[in-house]
């Protein structure tokens, strides 16, 4: 997708006479309710149940393109917390995936590919439904790059809070694939200093065992971070 910028965009779809799934509501408030939404762009700007607001806001849009829903549910977006941007989605061992990824790091031709590959499984999510993803576990700085490019509106993306690479410890979860192997407290906090200045949104901490490289039944769950190191980080 060719750059684009937000601030020119107009209301180019409005959504009246649904039952809106929020995917926000607090508690207390209501999970579903009658109401409006409004697309602007690639972006939804609009989700009330105000029907004044909507008016004046539909009012505003006056080329908006109308759609009455008849009653039907219309959920805004999705959130995926827990997401690797490098992977597909499809079942893969830890240690094959360090494998893959010691093959392309450090090759300009392999980044350059990795790099297209994360944008466009960034893409893919998009155009799943997902609005927001969070990523729990990267390879380099892509996932903040990534964030970077969708908010800058050089890739159509969903908002990224990016990790980049989480920490574990040799032998943990994910050790020298999405995550460093940290083998003291002190190799531990340069990796949290380096992922400070990647301008990361959070920090990955990869406590337990999981279950792509757990060896046998029982063990995901298993605590691998000793717990100074956790309290250290």
Same mark, same amino acid.
Request: charged share 20%; hydrophobic share 45%; glycine share 14%.
């Given at each position: 997708a060719g750059k684009f910028d937000r601030r020119k965009e107009i209301m180019t779809l409005f959504f009246r006479n649904c039952k809106v799934l929020p995917m926000t509501a607090a508690a207390g408030e209501p999970n579903c309710f009658d109401g409006y939404v409004g697309v602007e762009g690639r972006r939804i700007a609009l989700v009330t149940a105000d029907a004044a607001?909507?008016?004046?806001?539909?009012?505003?849009?006056?080329?908006?393109?109308?759609?009455?829903?008849?009653?039907?549910?219309?959920?805004?977006?999705?959130?995926?917390?827990?997401?690797?941007?490098?992977?597909?989605?499809?079942?893969?061992?830890?240690?094959?995936?360090?494998?893959?990824i010691d093959k392309v790091v450090g090759n300009p031709v392999g980044m350059w590919a990795l790099r297209r590959m994360i944008r466009g499984h960034a893409q893919a999510q998009l155009?799943?439904?997902?609005?927001?993803?969070?990523?729990?576990?990267?390879?380099?700085?892509?996932?903040?790059?990534?964030? /970077? /490019?969708?908010?800058?509106?050089?890739?159509?993306?969903?908002?990224?809070?990016?990790?980049?690479?989480?920490?574990?410890?040799?032998?943990?979860?994910?050790?020298?694939?999405?995550?460093?192997?940290?083998?003291?407290?002190?190799?531990?906090?340069?990796?949290?200093?380096?992922?400070?200045?990647q301008k990361v949104d959070l920090v990955k901490l990869m406590i337990t065992g999981g279950v792509l490289d757990a060896a046998e039944k029982g063990t995901p769950g298993e605590m691998k971070m000793p717990p100074e190191m956790i309290k250290a980080v």
């Open positions: 607001a909507a008016e004046a806001c539909r009012a505003a849009h006056a080329g908006a393109r109308e759609i009455d829903l008849g009653g039907a549910y219309l959920m805004p977006g999705l959130v995926n917390a827990h997401v690797h941007l490098c992977g597909t989605g499809k079942p893969m061992s830890a240690g094959g995936a360090g494998d893959l155009a799943s439904g997902v609005t927001t993803v969070r990523t729990v576990g990267g390879i380099a700085d892509f996932d903040t790059r990534c964030r /970077d /490019d969708s908010a800058a509106g050089k890739v159509l993306a969903p908002r990224i809070l990016a990790a980049n690479e989480g920490i574990s410890v040799p032998g943990g979860h994910m050790a020298g694939s999405v995550a460093v192997a940290a083998h003291n407290n002190a190799e531990a906090l340069a990796q949290l200093k380096k992922a400070s200045e």
